[in-house]
T-cell receptor
Framework: GNSVTQMEGPVTLSEEAFLTINCTYTATGYPSLFWYVQYPGEGLQLLLKATKADDKGSNKGFEATYRKETTSFHLEKGSVQVSDSAVYFCARGTQGGSEKLVFGKGMKLTVNP | GAVVSQHPSWVICKSGTSVKIECRSLDFQATTMFWYRQFPKQSLMLMATSNEGSKATYEQGVEKDKFLINHASLTLSTLTVTSAHPEDSSFYIC???????????FGPGTRLTVL
């Protein structure tokens, strides 16, 4: 079926630590892939996306590369900040902005000073 | 990015009553709106997709007679939970998309508690 599997937290890191959140997907064809972030008390925001194989999405120091061969879209950041504390969701969709999205379970990240 | 609001942000109701949740796109015209449900520590599950002026398309397993969706204008969609029961207690989130954008914009969510 079509699904998204991501690391489940919660995870607590110290400031400036390296972050990796694994995400793999199953789908027919080559869906668009997304990372959304939900800060406390706010709605989901698009963090980054990739629409085809080998694309790299990047934003706010976060990066993720669309790996077709491993059906993965792992999120990384070299040095996290306290302000990165949030819940991170991996998602897959289809081409275009009006697509349905299938979400992973989300991972809560807490960054301590 | 564009802004999507939801009202109310939280609601408590008695079992058997109906509750209406509004989703508004504040600064753009949303031709498509999505309604999601999120259980604690679980993923967002798509409930239905609504296109302005037409009937909503419900995902498998979602009761369309229980979760009534109306998308009568380009800036407003409503979700009505009819004859609510405690098992309907959840966090309901909407998102909106318009042709000016290539992404969906999410509302902050509505916490429903049915006593």
């Amino acid at each position: 079926g079509n699904s998204v599997t991501q690391m489940e937290g919660p995870v607590t890191l110290s400031e400036e630590a390296f972050l990796t959140i694994n995400c793999t997907y199953t789908a027919t064809g080559y869906p668009s892939l997304f990372w959304y972030v939900q800060y406390p008390g706010e709605g989901l925001q698009l963090l980054l996306k990739a629409t085809k194989a080998d694309d790299k999405g990047s934003n706010k120091g976060f990066e993720a590369t669309y790996r077709k061969e491993t059906t993965s879209f792992h999120l990384e950041k070299g040095s996290v900040q306290v302000s990165d504390s949030a819940v991170y969701f991996c998602a897959r969709g289809t081409q275009g902005g009006s697509e349905k999205l299938v979400f992973g379970k989300g991972m809560k990240l807490t960054v301590n000073p | 990015g564009a802004v999507v609001s939801q009202h109310p942000s939280w609601v408590i109701c008695k079992s058997g009553t109906s509750v209406k949740i509004e989703c508004r796109s504040l600064d753009f015209q949303a031709t498509t709106m999505f309604w999601y449900r999120q259980f604690p520590k679980q993923s967002l599950m798509l409930m239905a997709t609504s296109n302005e002026g037409s009937k909503a398309t419900y995902e498998q397993g979602v009761e369309k007679d229980k979760f009534l969706i109306n998308h009568a204008s380009l800036t407003l969609s409503t979700l009505t939970v009819t004859s609510a029961h405690p098992e309907d207690s959840s966090f309901y989130i909407c998102s909106a998309w318009g042709p000016s954008y290539d992404e969906q914009f999410f509302g902050p969510g509505t916490r429903l508690t049915v006593l």
